[in-house]
């Protein structure tokens, strides 16, 4: 029974299925039981409008009371570190937090602490993006009924994204080939363990999933952010009209968001047939129930009973 979520490869193939039965579950209108009230508090050091509102969503949804934080007016700007924040939301009944934070595994001295607080990454650097990753897989898993042997493309800011990671990581245990492309110089060397590079007109015509990602201008260098122009990007990566006409009838367009449309993906693409764009939003507040709902029975505020009858 998992106390923290903050990276994918914590869960066995076995935790991700019941995850993806317990989010259905919920999806078809499930609710649970708390056994005591319970408290969350989401902190989260980088802007964010889908993951932040949709764990709230999620944690009111399954009867959590949700106390507000705003970072600018929190103890941390007097010096005080996140570790003994969280202590102190521990101290004072918080029985979860949900972290945002530029630093990649600024969670490592949490564990290292063995709080009973419940911790849930919302996001580190470009390192993880667990709540993500399971939406993603439960939005192809909608879909497809299956991960063996899909062909999923990952394209775009492949060097500082979390989600390009935790998605390679899960979706090839799961079973999944992966394929890589964008600028080239953006292919990190550590993707390289999950799948190979595509030049992007290769990688169109087969995959099944295609992931474009966001260009994550807030994490450039500041030589990179001169270098960049948006419409010669869209033209060489981007998802064009030309494009989409050379994918499958049955590939899924998916993408984290924020878009910026007419860069990563052209405008009127968004909401395309086969767009899964806001699917995938929709779906993040049922991966979020079950992530939540899984973190407080492990402090035995929800019945693990009830979870694992739920996910049958």
Do not use: C
């Not at 033209?235 to 494009?243: A, N, V």
């Amino acid at each position: 029974m998992i106390h923290d979520l903050v990276n994918v490869n914590q869960l066995s193939l076995e935790d991700v299925r019941h995850l993806i039965n317990l989010a259905t579950a919920f999806k078809q209108g499930a609710q649970v039981h708390l056994r005591q009230p319970a408290y969350a508090m989401n902190l989260f050091f980088e802007n964010s409008t889908r993951t932040h509102t949709s764990f709230e969503m999620a944690e009111r949804k399954l009867g959590l009371q949700v106390l507000p934080f705003v970072p600018s007016a929190s103890s941390i700007t007097k010096g005080e570190s996140l570790s003994d924040t969280v202590k102190t939301l521990q101290a004072i009944g918080v029985n979860l937090a949900v972290i945002r934070h530029p630093q990649n595994e600024y969670y490592q001295q949490l564990l290292a602490d063995n709080l009973q607080i419940s911790i849930a990454n919302g996001g580190d650097g470009s390192g993880q993006h667990p709540s993500q990753s399971l939406l993603d897989i439960i939005t192809i898993f909608e879909e497809f009924k299956h991960f063996a042997g899909l062909k999923v493309g990952i394209v775009g800011d492949l060097a500082h994204s979390r989600v390009a990671r935790s998605n390679a990581q899960l979706l090839q245990r799961l079973g999944a080939q992966i394929y890589f492309s964008g600028p080239k110089v953006w292919f990190a060397k550590d993707l390289q363990q999950w799948g190979q590079y595509l030049p992007l007109e290769d990688l169109i015509k087969q995959v099944d999933v295609l992931m474009l990602l966001r260009v994550q201008h807030e994490r450039f260098a500041q030589v990179e952010e001169a270098d960049f122009n948006a419409q010669t990007y869209y033209q060489q990566y981007g998802l064009t009209p030309e494009r989409y006409q050379q994918l499958q009838p049955h590939t899924i367009i998916m993408h984290p968001a924020p878009v910026n449309r007419g860069v990563e993906i052209a405008s009127e693409l968004v909401e395309s047939p086969q767009s899964r764009i806001f699917r995938q939003m929709q779906n993040g507040v049922y991966a979020r129930m079950a992530i939540v709902a899984q973190l407080l029975a492990s402090q035995d505020i929800i019945a693990d009973q009830e979870l694992k009858e739920l996910s049958k």
